[in-house]
């Protein structure tokens, strides 16, 4: 398990992070060593194929150095099942007062998807101080963020959803932008050929993003 014990903290470890979907297990550890050799080490694996779960628990086993966590989490059996296999974090596309209670309860970092202001304050109601922006680009992208910088200032957003290797800088320069979110760093094409070299390439270009120093909103 990540020593890691906040969402910030995590967030603050990678300026993105690559949002991943393997269809094979034994795809898992030569991605992850790719990711972590190329200076990122925080990876959100999403639940969006069966053998996800299965992912987690080998690279937590194999790729120490790693921060793994579980994206895609839609329901509280989904989280549970999350974190039964070590996940050192939990991202959602969205959120339910539900689901952000038995989140919050558990103490579990987790960054819970929003879209709208109305979003992100009931996340804050459950005690959340970091949220994922989804989708980032649909919702208003920069402009979006900035407005919800000036009546949202003490939350700290992962935009996620239509970034890519070009407009990443613009996001993280925002003053209320922790890390992005994105595909670009493990696509489907590069993790099907198997192209760990390619993979660790984009990674080093995405961890030298990472601003000099941390950025804390505050009240």
Partial sequence: ?????????????????PVIVLERVDDAVPLAEAL????????????RTPVALDC???IRAMVPDAIVGVGTITCIAEFDAAREAGAAFGVSPGS????????????MPFLPGCMTPS????????????????????????????AMGGPLPGVMFCPTGGIDAN??????????VAC??????????????????????RAV???ALALPSPKHPSH
């Fill in 56 to 58: 987690v628990r080998t």
């Fill in 180 to 201: 992005v979110g994105g595909s670009w760093l493990a696509p489907a094409n590069l993790i099907a050929a198997r192209d760990w070299p390619a993979i660790r390439v």
């Fill in 167 to 176: 407009s990443a800088p613009d996001y993280l320069a925002l003053p209320n």
């Fill in 119 to 146: 979003d992100v304050m009931r996340a804050m109601e459950a005690g959340f101080s970091a949220v994922k922006l989804f989708p980032a680009k649909q919702a208003g992208a920069i402009e979006m963020l900035k």
């Fill in 1 to 17: 398990m990540s020593h890691y014990r906040s969402i910030r903290d995590i967030l603050a470890a990678s300026p993105v992070m």
């Fill in 96 to 107: 339910t007062p539900a689901l952000l209670a038995h989140i919050a309860a558990s103490g």
């Fill in 36 to 47: 972590v050799g190329g200076g990122i080490r925080v990876l959100e694996v999403t639940l």
């Fill in 205 to 207: 270009a995405a961890a």
